[in-house]
T-cell receptor, first 112, second 114 residues
Framework: DAMVIQNPRYQVTQFGKPVTLSCSQT?????MYWYQQKSSQAPKLLFH???????NEADTPDNFQSRRPNTSFCFLDIRSPGLGDAAMYLC???????????FGPGTRLTVL | AQSVTQLDSHVSVSEGTPVLLRCNYS??????LFWYVQHPNKGLQLLLK??????LVKGINGFEAEFKKSETSFHLTKPSAHMSDAAEYFC????????????FGTGTLLAVQP
């Protein structure tokens, strides 16, 4: 089945230790998104790629970076995680002609 | 500017009784509207979507929603709640365009009592 895959599902890191979260898709969608979702809140868009074009949200901290080496993969890098970065991170995909986004299962990040 | 308001942060129903989750939107043009469901520690799953076709939209798991332009509403309903329906529900509006950015409501947590 075509889908959005996120690895790992659970990630524990230490305060200040860089961490990378992974997203892959078999849908061949040209748009990929990263969201941060804190407890009992709606997802918050961090940035998205339209093909290779990177689009950062104005309020996304510099601590968060992203890479998209090819259509299928997209990475979220947190350079120096703080306690406030503990959250669920959701990857989603979409295609230009579509309205909805397709979400992966998420990665739960814990910062110790 | 587009926005979404979910009128109830928590809704509790008994199993077998109807479900109503309320959503109002604000949009300067004809919107695309969605309901997504999120079970604990899971990603978001699309329940249904409205994209200017039929105003009564049927989704998965027996859910449906009616787009009412005069009331700027897109309420989610289900005739009979099941225990497995307990989850967080998000009403969402889309900017559309090339990048399909979404505006999320604050979510409604549905509890289903046995």
């Amino acid at each position: 089945d075509a889908m959005v895959i996120q690895n790992p599902r659970y990630q524990v890191t230490q305060f200040g230790k860089p961490v990378t979260l992974s997203c892959s898709q078999t849908l061949n969608h040209n748009v990929m998104y990263w969201y941060q979702q804190k407890s009992s809140q709606a997802p918050k868009l961090l940035f998205h790629y339209y093909d290779k074009d990177f689009n950062n949200e104005a309020d996304t901290p510099d601590n968060f970076q992203s890479r998209r080496p090819n259509t299928s993969f997209c990475f979220l890098d947190i350079r120096s995680p703080g306690l406030g970065d503990a959250a669920m991170y959701l990857c989603a995909t979409s295609r230009k002609s579509m309205n909805e986004q397709f979400f992966g299962p998420g990665t739960r990040l814990t910062v110790l | 500017a587009q926005s979404v308001t979910q009128l109830d942060s928590h809704v509790s129903v008994s199993e077998g009784t109807p479900v109503l989750l309320r959503c109002n939107y604000s949009s300067s043009y004809s919107p695309s509207l969605f309901w997504y469901v999120q079970h604990p520690n899971k990603g978001l799953q699309l329940l249904l979507k409205y994209t200017s076709a039929a105003t009564l939209v049927k989704g998965i798991n027996g859910f449906e929603a009616e787009f009412k332009k005069s009331e700027t509403s897109f309420h989610l309903t289900k005739p009979s709640a099941h225990m497995s329906d307990a989850a967080e529900y998000f009403c969402v509006v889309s900017y559309g365009g090339a990048t399909n950015k979404l505006i999320f409501g604050t979510g409604t947590l549905l509890a289903v009592q046995p």
